[in-house]
Every structure is written in C-alpha cells, then in structure tokens.
C-alpha cells in the first residue's frame, strides 16, 4: 500500500503547530526511518496514520483511499502501530489473549488467527510466556508484547514509535529480524527512532523532521554521506560514520560488518 500526506498541518487545542505543511509519499515495501530532535513532530505524524490525531488541514491517504472518515478500527486494518510505551496499548490477561485481541477484532478466521498468534510469540521470542500476565514481565519483554500483537494483525504498513528504547540485546536483535523480514515480506516499516545504528542498519531511506517540517528526506547512503549538519537536528550520525568521516573516506558506511569489509585484507586481518 502507497502511503501519501499532503501539505499536513496539525495544530494542538491551545495552538501550538506541531506539524507544519508535512509532504511526503512512501511507496509500498519501503523502510522508512523518521529522525530529528525531541518536538519535531514525529510522534504526532505517527499517530495520524492510524487516526489518534487527526490533521488540521491537508490530507493523508494509503493506497489511494482518504483517511478523513475512517475510524481507528478501520485504519488497523492497513496500520499497525507499536506505541513507544507499550503500556499505552496493553490491556488484556495473558500474553496470548494480547496478540490475538487485534487479529479478532479484525475478524480473522480462528485458524488464520491462531497461525498468526502462534508465529508473532515465536517471531518476538515470547511462545514461553505465552500464559503470563503482561503487567508481571519487564519493560523490554513488554515492549515485544505490543511488537507481537501488531504483527499478529499482518498489516501492510507497520508503524514502529522507538521501538529499540529499553530494549537488551536479545530483544533488538529479535526486532531487527522482524524488520528484515516484514521487508522481505513486502511490508512497509516505518520507524520513528533515535537509534541511529539501528536505522543505518535497517532502513533504505531517512526522513528528517524538525519544527513540524520535512527538512530532508533521501536514501540512507546519501544521508550517511553526511550531506547535512547533524548538530542542526540534534543527533548524530552512526559510530562507523564518523570514524569513516574521519578517515577520510569518500563514502562513509554504517555498520561494523560495512567497515570492515572497506579495511584494506592486512588492516581487516590485524583488527580481527
């Protein structure tokens, strides 16, 4: 599914402009990560794909058809949506009841459900706890919980809202498979993150908001090329970068695995 806003505009009750003419057009299958500084908006852009917040002026629209009018109930079905305090969507008794509450609401089949329950607690690595109480495990294991029951509703656009925050290691490298294989499913991700290892390393194009507006969108490698001022929007380019940068190399990589296979074979042998 295309996802395409228009000249968004959305102002808060007591007129503060949160997002301020936002333009921009995803296709089907991409992964997108959306970067800037704290107040830049891009929670807020979040939230209007599945309907928490409708704009001000300007339009949203996911495979051609107009978001105005449609219910949350109606967007989940195109958008899943992992908030980024995972508390903020878990209600149910059990871990299993959680990630099969979306799938039913949708009116999936029972089989069909349970396949995808069934595949979501294996994906996250929660089939063992299955039986326990969400509110009785830790952040993290919470935080898999809601990745779960997102995947468990098999939508083509899944929405991650800094997804790797209170996340150990296991856990972020149980997300970045999920990631690597919603894309390989076809799906579109799209990640508000401040992890910029993380969005190096998994996403094909970056989006940079600050004050509300788009200040620079393009693939991943050209952004890692440094072609703006990361100070101006208050994060900083991956580790791997900046020692590429520093190096003096003309195209800077992003990942460990990225920089060591540019080392010249004795200077790789040596660090191994």
Known sequence: ?????????????????????????????????????????????????IGIERPTSGSIEIDGRSTEGLSIAELAASVGFVFQNPDDQLHAS????????????????????????????????????????PHHLSFGERKRIALASVLAMDTPIVVLDEPTTGQDH????????????????????????????????????????????????????????????PARYAYELPQMTRLSHRLGWREPVGTVAAFLDRLPPSTAGESA
């Open 1 to 49: 599914m295309t996802l395409r806003i228009q000249s968004l505009v959305f102002r808060y009750p007591n007129g503060t402009t949160a997002l301020d003419g936002v333009s921009l057009s995803i296709a089907a299958g991409e992964r997108v990560a959306v970067i800037g500084p704290n107040g830049a908006g891009k929670s807020t852009l979040a939230r209007h794909l």
């Open 170 to 229: 296991r856990s972020i490298q149980l997300l970045e498979n999920v990631v690597d294989d919603l894309s390989a499913r076809g799906r579109t991700v799209v990640a508000i993150t401040h992890d910029m290892e993380f969005c190096a390393e998994h996403f094909d194009r970056v989006i940079v908001l600050a004050g509300g507006r788009v200040e620079w969108d393009g693939p991943t490698e050209r952004w890692l090329a440094g072609t703006e001022d």
């Open 94 to 133: 059990t871990v299993a009841k959680e990630v099969a509450f979306g799938p039913r609401n949708l009116g999936f089949p029972p089989a069909r459900r349970s396949q995808l329950v069934e595949a979501a607690l294996r994906r996250t690595g929660l089939a063992d706890l299955a039986g326990a109480h």
